[in-house]
């Protein structure tokens, strides 16, 4: 536990920066925490640069790990907004709000 309880820790991105580095999110949304890991990586919507980033514990940048661009198709997503994992199915499941639609 932090010594001061009322002080938040970032613990992705950087603070007051936007961008599209790997040390940077842009307009961050939903994030998933995968409990099944031991290591607790977060998934982050990292909206406006049109990709899902995992971040681990203690890391100083985050892994693109879903890259959706800015095409249209049903292989595409923009502007994600949500995500959820299905570790027994193995899929990811992201709520995408420019084409109101939910893409695996």
Known sequence: MHPNPKVGIVFAGQTGVSGGKADQLWYPEGVFIDESDANGPLYIC??????????????????????????????????????????????????????QRIVR
């Open 46 to 99: 990292d909206s406006n640069n049109q990709r899902i980033q995992k971040w681990l514990q203690g890391a100083a940048s985050g892994t693109t790990v879903a890259d959706g661009g800015r095409a249209e198709g049903l292989t595409t997503f923009t502007y994600p907004k949500d995500i959820i994992l299905d570790r027994i199915g193995n899929q990811m499941y992201i709520a995408e709000s420019n084409h």
